[in-house]
């Protein structure tokens, strides 16, 4: 038997935090129903803003990224919500590289727009 929880990993690129607040707050009946796993900041400003429970791991260019990459590694993350700002450089760019290589690598769903996160939303119970 498949487990109905899903474990939802999330991530927002700093300009992009408040879109994916906005997009939780949208599907938040959705998000009730399922384990959230983010990166630091983004976490907090989920939990703060919706009172959902996220467990936050470190920030992302201090580690919340491969942090997230070794839970899809170990086949403990079920999808993957990721509001990057593709136009904005970043740092941390080869961690981003390597935790969208990873989704790939053992078929995790990821969504890196709005658009694409919405596909995937529908597909939780």
């Not at 991530?11 to 630091?40: Q, S, Y």
């Not at 989920?46 to 839970?71: C, H, N, R, Y």
């Not at 080869?94 to 690598?105: G, I, M, Q, W």
Request: contains cysteine; charged residues 25%; aromatic residues 6%.
């Amino acid at each position: 038997m498949v487990n109905s929880i899903q474990k939802v990993g999330l991530v927002a690129h700093d300009n992009m935090k408040p879109l994916i607040v906005e997009w939780i707050k949208k599907h938040l009946d959705k998000f009730k129903k399922h384990d959230l796993i983010a990166t630091g900041t983004t976490g907090k400003r989920i939990e703060d803003a919706t009172g959902l429970k996220v467990k936050k791991l470190k920030s992302g260019p201090l580690g919340g990224d491969q942090q997230l990459g070794a839970m899809i590694a170990e086949q403990q993350l079920d999808m993957l919500i990721f509001f990057w700002d593709p136009m904005e450089p970043m740092p941390h760019d080869p961690d981003v590289k390597a935790l969208l290589r990873l989704c790939s690598v053992y078929n995790i769903p990821v969504a890196c727009n709005q658009a694409t996160a919405d596909f995937i939303v529908e597909g939780l119970k």
